[in-house]
């Protein structure tokens, strides 16, 4: 079966570092992406992973390891627009991409 | 537009009717996905487009769902005999290519209530 594993909710401070962890288990694996998701608002794109190891893109890192299958999303430097949902997404077998239902994350000061 | 658009934004239908969702990709994007989105869920896979076919609908979660996208740009989800249970946001997305390493670009969804 296909599954993605991510934490409901997470709470941070500005300012501070928060790490948002991501398990899976899919048919096939094409690449992984996490996603943004202001409330009332459609998924922004935010990473993606193919290869082991991390991607750092500004304030934003996503790590993959596939022979574990995990991922985590590092965001540094919190600020408090980045409360948001945080979808991680599998493309496995026929690229077709499949969600986790995501983390909260509140950013408090 | 630049971006994917999706109408109407919201419907509002009795348990029984028959509902359409447009979605007007991206210019040139060839693939189109369609999500299905609760409250505090993530998106949930329904249908993908390469072209004018659908290369996988293993998502439909039943007989009532059909989609269309008959010249390869604009496309059409179709629900017959709506239920309550359908009620959800109906996320569009459009990728330049059906290859995995294209970011999906979402439309804003169009939210259906079903009375």
């Known amino acids: 079966g296909q599954n993605i594993d991510q934490p409901t909710e997470m709470t941070a401070t500005e300012g501070a570092i928060v790490q948002i962890n991501c398990t899976y288990q899919t048919s096939g694996f094409n690449g992984l992406f996490w996603y943004q998701q202001h409330a009332g608002e459609a998924p922004t794109f935010l990473s993606y992973n193919v290869l082991d190891g991390l991607e750092e893109k500004g304030r934003f890192s996503s790590f993959l390891s596939r022979s574990k299958g995990y991922s985590y999303l590092l965001l540094k430097e919190l600020q408090m627009k980045d409360s948001a949902s945080y979808l991680c997404?599998?493309?496995?077998?026929?690229?077709?991409?499949?969600f986790g239902a995501g983390t909260r994350l509140f950013v408090k000061a | 537009g630049a971006g994917v658009s999706q109408t109407p934004s919201n419907k509002v239908t009795e348990k029984g009717k028959y509902v359409e969702l447009r979605c007007d990709p991206i210019?040139?994007?060839?693939?189109l996905y369609w999500y299905r989105q609760s409250l505090g869920q993530g998106p949930e896979f329904l249908i993908y487009f390469q072209g004018t076919g659908a290369a996988d609908d293993s998502g439909l979660p039943n007989d009532r769902f059909f989609a269309v996208r008959p010249e390869g740009s604009v496309s059409t989800l179709k629900i017959q005999r709506t239920e309550r249970g359908d009620s959800a946001v109906y996320l569009c997305?459009?990728?330049?290519?059906?290859?995995?390493?294209?970011?999906?670009?979402f439309g804003e969804g169009s939210r259906l209530t079903v009375l």
């Open positions: 997305a459009s990728s330049p290519s059906g290859r995995s390493t294209g970011e999906l670009f």
């Open positions: 210019s040139g994007h060839t693939a």
């Open positions: 997404a599998v493309s496995g077998g026929g690229f077709k991409t499949i």
